[in-house]
T-cell receptor, first 111, second 115 residues
Framework: AQRVTQPEKLLSVFKGAPVELKCNYS??????LFWYVQYSRQRLQLLLR??SRESIKGFTADLNKGETSFHLKKPFAQEEDSAMYYC?????????????FGAGTRLAVHP | DTAVSQTPKYLVTQMGNDKSIKCEQN?????MYWYKQDSKKFLKIMFS???????INETVPNRFSPKSPDKAHLNLHINSLELGDSAVYFC??????????????FGPGTRLLVL
């Protein structure tokens, strides 16, 4: 079964602290993985995807196929990082993509 | 302003009514989607259309009928609304390019409340 698990509903940290939002997936093939973010009163938008291997707004995520994980990390959290973060998997099949989302983790960064 | 737009933003209605939500994208994308976000913020795909053709239908009740008059529009019609249909519905679009999983761009969402 194709599934994305984000075990934490809420992650609360202080400004300047390191952040790690956990994501584990279940998929028999080689999926494409994404992190989407939804800031307050804004639409859902792409933060990063594993195929790009980029660092966006200081966030990075490494695909670990052995542990089937795609955790999102940032060394020093900022207040403006407070948002809802969704890990998503796109199964590679038939050439058409759909996103399978995790339940989301709310990140709250306190001053 | 290039984006994915949805109307209405809020929709409050009685059980049993029929309602529609409209979605338009001016990004020139080939593929459009509808997602449902429930009260626990869980997002799940409902439908996907590519060039006006249905390509994904995720076991959604027949009361939900998507319609794509052209590739820039994907509307969602819901018949006989039920309490459980209350949710936020998100439209999204992406450019289809071979087998590459393209980034999806989301609309602002339509908050539906069924009383």
């Amino acid at each position: 079964a194709q599934r994305v698990t984000q075990p934490e509903k809420l992650l609360s940290v202080f400004k300047g602290a390191p952040v790690e939002l956990k994501c584990n997936y279940s998929y028999s093939g080689s999926p494409e993985l994404f992190w989407y973010v939804q800031y307050s009163r804004q639409r859902l938008q792409l933060l990063l995807r594993h195929i790009s291997r980029e660092s966006i707004k200081g966030f990075t995520a490494d695909l670990n196929k052995g542990e089937t994980s795609f955790h999102l990390k940032k060394p020093f959290a900022q207040e403006e990082d407070s948002a809802m973060y969704y890990c998503a998997l796109s199964p590679i099949s038939g050439g058409y993509n759909k996103l399978i989302f995790g339940a989301g983790t709310r990140l709250a960064v306190h001053p | 302003d290039t984006a994915v737009s949805q109307t209405p933003k809020y929709l409050v209605t009685q059980m049993g009514n029929d309602k529609s939500i409209k979605c338009e994208q001016n990004l020139g994308h080939d593929t459009m989607y509808w997602y449902k976000q429930d009260s626990k913020k869980f997002l799940k795909i409902m439908f996907s259309y590519n060039n006006k053709e249905l390509i994904i239908n995720e076991t959604v009740p027949n009361r939900f009928s998507p319609k794509s008059p052209d590739k820039a529009h994907l509307n969602l019609h819901i018949n006989s609304l039920e309490l459980g249909d209350s949710a936020v519905y998100f439209c999204a679009s992406s450019q289809q390019q071979d087998a590459l999983q393209e980034t999806q761009y989301f609309g602002p969402g339509t908050r539906l409340l069924v009383l």
